[in-house]
């Protein structure tokens, strides 16, 4: 591709991002995926200037608003291009040239945006917070007061790049094993600061067309999403149910915690996603997992298998407020009323989810969220429910599972991107009280 067929290609996806609510990357690969005669570097070039556009998309906006310009994809681009990139007119005007496959000529108007800014930077002093903080008004005051003093490094962290993490898969391979062989394809990997399982590797690099890959040995994870497995502390012979398995990488990082010894139900209400999964299952050599599709959170399956696992993850639906990096378009499609309905389901599935969990078992709820009414509010509320529960605090779970302390002090696990170099996670760790013989028989009450 030419350069100026990258920036056409670029305001052509950036179209269809905007046109649908699925997520970025996914719209980006099925794009990407239908056009297979694009290559490697040429798709690597537009998705990096797709992803810059997004996550600056609050700045290019107040710029545009400020020199009278429509907000729309190739004005977003022209304004990242101008921005980001610090092209001038000349240098745009060879890339909107009206060739094949390159954009339409910049007609006057743009040509006034252009040199309006030129020689700009794109952070000014006069942005409001919430635009400087790539963030609607009403979710950044939330996010500033739930950070509190982390608020300035962790609002500044969730508008950048997230690292590329991958968990060595214990089922198949060691993690020094799996970094030796992804050297041997080129792509150097440093261990993760807190997983056993974790490596980190600079930049998008093509792990899923190595050979490591393709083996199972290794998966793409956040190394704050394998701690979330990790501390859920399933053993093997165990019985588990990942209750919101969605495409099965928490189930996956179980059975691998697990020695793939035991059985492991992956829940969901999504059959396609859940469906997906056994692909990688598969890949990964696990053979311990059965999936079961769900009608909603309250289907007869649960009440059928009252008190029968020793283990429950709820990785429930949430505002995704941790994964903005990853996500950028995600906080512009919350809102107030979205979180509202998110903060009710997740208290229907815990109320139902726990009626799994046998006495003596455990019921490991998280989020990657940073809100508090998605995470400490919403275990107080179970908690003040069900008071057969009651919180194992996580400095103890995460001793005898990884040693030492964790990040921060307090009952929960609440991973910070600055400040841990994880997404921002929050986790909480509740025991069902009673004994292992209650479970034999368990109450025939409401459970």
């Given at each position: 591709?030419?350069?100026?067929?990258?920036?056409?290609?670029a305001i052509e996806l950036l179209g269809e991002i905007a046109a649908t609510g699925r997520p970025?990357?996914?719209?980006?690969?099925?794009?990407?995926?239908?056009?297979?005669?694009?290559?490697?570097?040429?798709?690597?070039?537009?998705?990096?200037?797709?992803?810059?556009?997004?996550?600056?998309?609050?700045?290019?906006?107040?710029?545009?608003?400020?020199?009278?310009?429509?907000?729309?994809?190739?004005?977003?681009?022209?304004?990242?291009?101008?921005?980001?990139?610090?092209?001038?007119?000349?240098?745009?005007?060879?890339?909107?040239?009206g060739a094949t496959f390159a954009p339409a000529r910049l007609e006057e108007r743009e040509r006034?945006?252009?040199?309006?800014?030129?020689?700009?930077?794109?952070?000014?002093?006069?942005?409001?917070?919430?635009?400087?903080?790539?963030?609607?008004?009403?979710?950044?005051?939330?996010?500033?007061?739930?950070?509190?003093?982390?608020?300035?490094?962790?609002?500044?962290?969730?508008?950048?790049?997230?690292?590329?993490?991958?968990?060595?898969?214990?089922?198949?391979?060691?993690?020094?094993?799996?970094?030796a062989a992804l050297a041997r394809e080129g792509i150097e990997a440093e261990p993760g600061r807190?997983?056993?399982?974790?490596?980190?590797?600079?930049?998008?690099?093509?792990?899923?067309?190595?050979?490591?890959?393709?083996?199972?040995?290794?998966?793409?994870?956040?190394?704050?999403?394998?701690?979330?497995?990790?501390?859920?502390?399933?053993?093997?012979?165990?019985?588990?149910?990942?209750?919101?398995?969605?495409?099965?990488?928490?189930?996956?990082?179980?059975?691998?915690?697990?020695?793939?010894?035991?059985?492991?139900?992956?829940?969901?209400?999504?059959?396609?996603?859940?469906?997906?999964?056994?692909?990688?299952?598969?890949?990964?050599?696990?053979?311990?997992?059965?999936?079961?599709?769900?009608?909603?959170?309250?289907?007869?399956?649960?009440?059928?298998?009252?008190?029968?696992?020793?283990?429950?993850?709820?990785?429930?639906?949430?505002?995704?407020?941790?994964?903005?990096?990853?996500?950028?378009?995600?906080?512009?499609?919350?809102?107030?009323?979205?979180?509202?309905?998110?903060?009710?389901?997740?208290?229907?599935?815990?109320?139902?989810?726990?009626?799994?969990?046998?006495?003596?078992?455990?019921?490991?709820?998280?989020?990657?969220?940073?809100?508090?009414?998605?995470?400490?509010?919403?275990?107080?509320?179970?908690?003040?429910?069900?008071?057969?529960?009651?919180?194992?605090?996580?400095?103890?779970?995460?001793?005898?599972?990884?040693?030492?302390?964790?990040?921060?002090?307090?009952?929960?696990?609440?991973?910070?991107?600055?400040?841990?170099?994880?997404?921002?996670?929050?986790?909480?760790?509740?025991?069902?009280?009673?004994?292992?013989?209650?479970?034999?028989?368990?109450?025939?009450?409401?459970?």
């Open positions: 591709m030419t350069p100026a067929a990258r920036v056409a290609a970025a990357d996914r719209v980006a690969a099925d794009w990407f995926k239908a056009r297979r005669f694009i290559g490697g570097g040429d798709r690597r070039a537009v998705s990096l200037r797709i992803w810059a556009v997004l996550r600056a998309r609050a700045r290019l906006g107040w710029w545009l608003a400020r020199a009278g310009a429509a907000e729309t994809p190739r004005a977003q681009v022209l304004a990242w291009l101008c921005l980001g990139e610090g092209l001038a007119l000349p240098a745009l005007e060879r890339l909107f040239d006034g945006l252009a040199a309006a800014l030129a020689g700009q930077p794109l952070d000014h002093p006069d942005q409001p917070p919430a635009v400087a903080a790539e963030l609607p008004g009403w979710l950044h005051a939330r996010l500033a007061a739930a950070l509190g003093e982390h608020a300035a490094a962790e609002l500044a962290a969730l508008r950048e790049e997230a690292p590329v993490d991958l968990r060595a898969n214990a089922v198949k391979a060691g993690r020094e094993e799996v970094r807190w997983s056993p399982w974790a490596l980190r590797i600079d930049g998008r690099r093509p792990v899923a067309a190595t050979a490591v890959f393709r083996n199972g040995e290794v998966e793409v994870q956040d190394e704050g999403s394998q701690l979330v497995a990790l501390l859920a502390d399933a053993q093997a012979g165990m019985r588990v149910c990942d209750f919101c398995a969605g495409a099965g990488g928490k189930t996956l990082a179980l059975a691998a915690a697990m020695g793939n010894r035991g059985q492991i139900v992956a829940c969901d209400v999504r059959g396609g996603r859940i469906d997906r999964a056994a692909q990688r299952l598969k890949r990964a050599g696990v053979d311990t997992v059965r999936r079961q599709v769900l009608q909603d959170e309250r289907d007869p399956w649960v009440k059928k298998h009252k008190a029968g696992f020793e283990r429950v993850l709820v990785d429930a639906p949430c505002s995704g407020s941790g994964t903005f990096r990853r996500n950028p378009e995600a906080k512009w499609r919350l809102s107030e009323a979205g979180l509202a309905e998110l903060t009710a389901l997740q208290a229907r599935i815990l109320e139902s989810a726990c009626r799994l969990v046998k006495p003596g078992g455990r019921l490991i709820y998280a989020t990657c969220s940073l809100l508090p009414e998605e995470n400490e509010a919403q275990v107080e509320r179970f908690l003040a429910a069900r008071p057969d529960f009651a919180v194992l605090p996580v400095a103890g779970v995460w001793a005898e599972r990884l040693g030492g302390a964790p990040p921060a002090a307090g009952p929960f696990l609440k991973l910070l991107p600055a400040r841990d170099g994880t997404d921002g996670f929050f986790l909480a760790v509740l025991e069902r009280k009673g004994t292992a013989a209650e479970a034999l028989h368990p109450s025939t009450g409401s459970g």
